[in-house]
């Protein structure tokens, strides 16, 4: 319980800053719908897709092995050799990031490929110090420069694209801004003149984290299939405008995401120190935590679809209502995307990372096949649904692997329960009237604080000791 408590604590210094910060960017989707066509979206959409596949191969997630290495050392100036080893790796990944951009960029023909190169580097500047933050438990300052970076991009949004009606190429510029904003904010946690002495230089520990990530850009690659893949064949068998739809179904996604990515950053702390440790009862504290994951997201989820059909006329302009649909089954989807991403940090923390590549190979593999048999007759439902059957496939794979290695346990019931409320979710969003939603909401909400009674009432108990 007391890990628990601890996790759902670093989960919410997370939440505050991801919570305001994706709050912020939601709130511009009237925007984005009423000053941008879904040809013009799509086209933006799926040129972010393109630089991050490209991402996905030369930066080898060398933030991940970063904040894992810094974990193996207890004392602050230790910490930063495994940091300048991986500024090393990160420096030249980022020679090779800008040649493959403009060379592929001229290829393929991307309109405004220097900014689309921009806003993949500063994104990617903006999570190597956003790990290297969290690395020295910094949690809140990292916390702030999301948010602060958050409302510039906002801002200049705003200005850029409502006030002065440029096109969407000003979006990656506004997201570029934000970023560095970001990073400075970052940056006045750190000493980055200590980070580069030559005394932190190990080129043995270099090799190894070369060696930890190289599984990690693999999987990369293969995640980017499960995801991006299908905004690029919706665009090149359907429309942009198809993409487009399709991008804004999954905005509302984010919101799942900004709770999940809350839950992920505090899970990888806790984890890779339990991973490390010799805690006998480390494999029962992921069983537990894992169940619990799963329990929250899904009533996350039952509840959110509701809410999403009572707002979205009023967040949405009707020229992209089609989207509407798309919503329930993108949602779904993230659900299995979150609790695969669950299992993949286990897998990290326990170092069997070498399995990750593997696992998410076979749901490659599903989301490619479903999503090329059903496009034909299912049209943009077709990305969703095939990238559900693939994380299914990952989410299984994953399972076995950790069962077999820490003994993990899920209950077959809570799942059973679980997919019984969100198929209902799913039914009262499809054929359900504003009230019926509303009615939804209510139920769904009162029984999720039923079933965490205990845990609400542990939790402010604790806070009062503390007080007192």
């Given at each position: 319980m007391k890990e628990l408590i601890r996790f759902i604590k670093t989960s919410g210094i997370y939440m505050v800053g991801n919570i305001?910060?994706?709050?912020?960017?939601?709130?511009?989707?009237?925007?984005?719908?009423?000053?941008?066509?879904?040809?013009?979206?799509?086209?933006?959409?799926?040129?972010?897709?393109?630089?991050?596949?490209?991402?996905s191969v030369l930066f080898l997630d060398i933030w991940s092995g970063i904040l894992r290495y810094m974990f193996d050392y207890q004392i602050k100036e230790e910490k930063r050799k495994p940091i300048l080893s991986g500024l090393i790796i990160f420096t030249a990944s980022t020679i090779l990031y800008a040649i493959f951009s403009f060379t592929l960029g001229s290829i393929m023909s991307i309109d405004y490929i220097f900014w689309v190169f921009l806003y993949g580097l500063a994104l990617n500047l903006q999570q190597l110090f956003a790990y290297i933050i969290r690395g020295f438990a910094k949690n809140a300052l990292f916390a702030i420069s999301g948010l602060v970076g958050s409302i510039v991009t906002v801002v200049?949004?705003?200005?850029?694209?409502?006030?002065?009606?440029?096109?969407?190429?000003?979006?990656?510029?506004?997201?570029?801004?934000?970023?560095?904003?970001?990073?400075?904010?970052l940056l006045s946690g750190v000493n980055i003149f200590k980070l580069l002495k030559r005394d932190n230089l190990d080129w043995h520990l270099t090799l190894d984290m070369l060696i930890f990530s190289l599984p990690l850009t693999i999987n990369s690659i293969s995640w980017w299939f499960l995801t991006a893949f299908n905004r690029v064949i919706l665009t090149n068998t359907l429309s942009s405008a198809a993409n487009g739809l399709y991008a804004i179904a999954n905005k509302f996604s984010a919101i799942v995401q900004l709770v999940d990515q809350a839950f992920q950053m505090a899970w990888q702390e806790i984890s890779f120190s339990k991973g490390g440790s010799k805690d006998k009862n480390q494999d029962a504290f992921f069983s537990s935590a894992i169940n619990e994951y799963i329990k929250f997201m899904a009533f996350g989820i039952a509840i959110l679809l509701p809410i999403i059909k009572i707002i979205f006329?009023?967040?949405?302009?009707?020229?992209?209502?089609?989207?509407?649909?798309?919503?329930?089954?993108?949602?779904?989807?993230?659900?299995?995307?979150?609790?695969?991403?669950?299992?993949?940090?286990?897998?990290?923390?326990?170092?069997?990372?070498?399995?990750?590549?593997?696992?998410t190979i076979a749901g490659t593999v599903v989301n490619i096949i479903v999503v090329y048999a059903t496009i034909g007759t299912l049209q943009v439902q077709a990305a969703s649904l095939a990238l559900g059957a693939g994380y299914l496939a990952v989410d299984f794979r994953r399972y076995a692997l950790l069962k077999k290695y820490i003994g993990l346990k899920i209950k077959g019931t809570l799942l059973l329960g679980l997919t019984i409320l969100l198929i209902i979710s799913v039914i009262i969003f499809w054929i359900g009237n504003i009230l019926f939603n509303a009615v939804a909401f209510f139920s769904f909400f009162c029984l999720m604080l039923y079933l965490y009674k205990d845990l609400i009432v542990k939790f402010i108990s604790d806070i009062k000791i503390r007080k007192d």
């Open positions: 305001l910060t994706k709050a912020i960017t939601f709130f511009m989707l009237p925007i984005y719908t009423k000053y941008l066509s879904p040809t013009d979206y799509g086209i933006y959409d799926v040129n972010i897709a393109y630089i991050t596949f490209l991402s200049f949004n705003v200005v850029f694209i409502a006030l002065l009606h440029y096109s969407y190429q000003f979006l990656y510029v506004a997201s570029i801004l934000g970023s560095i904003v970001n990073i400075l904010i006329p009023y967040f949405v302009n009707e020229a992209f209502d089609a989207s509407l649909k798309v919503i329930p089954l993108a949602l779904i989807a993230t659900l299995l995307s979150s609790i695969s991403t669950f299992l993949g940090g286990t897998l990290t923390a326990i170092k069997k990372n070498r399995y990750l590549f593997t696992t």
